[in-house]
């Protein structure tokens, strides 16, 4: 029986280790990577065109923080929007060094989580993108409070109502053991006398505030924006 010579055998057979790296790979890349590249260059555009001033506030997250008229809401406040739809807390994490470190705050208000749930992750996994924003923000701007939103109770999403719950339960914990976090919690204000989420606070998608959700979530926040 004639055999294959040992340099075609080598061959395969680093070939087949190849493959499966690169598969190996492909499952470890941080989500959306490439789809969120677009709006990231365009804030580092923005940033570079208008350098930030040290000390704001940054505003991060999905399109609840996107769709957010801050001036609005805090006329007198020195924020920033890097709000982009449908991101998860890890791709926050992920960007954290192009869209945050660059304005050097004393402050950075986050919402995420909402669309986590949606795509199946668990309250644990949400947590585990939680601390690994915390703790870059812990270790390269180590002055940085951070404010988390709690996840909201919303009409569209109301079947995820125990996991977003549970999510906040153990978000908040973690919070309360570290001075240089906070924890706004958005959902009793949002429910209504019937125990479901207030439908004047929401677009008609059911989703998104409206200027009177927004006007919720700013009473709530307000007291810990202060310097």
Request: proline fraction near 6%; aromatic fraction near 8%; glycine fraction near 8%.
């Amino acid at each position: 029986m004639s055999l294959l010579p040992r340099s075609i055998v080598t061959s395969a057979v680093l070939l087949g280790l190849s493959l499966c790296l690169s598969r190996v790979e492909a499952q470890e890349a941080p989500r959306g990577t490439s789809r969120w590249e677009e709006a990231i260059q365009k804030f580092e555009q923005q940033d570079a065109e208008q350098p930030p001033q040290p000390g704001g506030v940054v505003f991060v997250g999905s399109s609840s923080i996107r769709l957010w008229d801050l001036k609005a809401n805090f006329p007198d406040l020195n924020a920033i929007n890097r709000g982009f739809g449908g991101s998860q807390l890890g791709d926050l994490a992920h960007f954290a060094e192009r869209i945050l470190l660059a304005h050097r705050p004393r402050l950075v208000v986050v919402y995420a989580g909402d669309n986590d749930l949606a795509a199946g992750k668990t309250p644990e996994q949400v947590l585990a993108d939680y601390e690994r924003l915390a703790a870059f923000l812990h270790e390269r701007l180590p002055e940085t409070r951070m404010v988390y939103i709690g996840v909201k109770p919303s009409l569209a999403r109301w079947k995820l109502i125990e996991q977003v719950r549970q999510t906040n339960q153990m978000i908040a914990q973690r919070a309360s053991q570290d001075e240089r976090l906070a924890f706004v919690d958005i959902d009793a204000p949002m429910i209504g006398p019937d125990g479901l989420p207030r439908k004047k606070l929401f677009r008609d998608d059911g989703l998104h505030l409206n200027d009177e959700g927004y006007a919720v979530w700013a009473e709530q926040l307000r007291s810990h924006l202060e310097p």
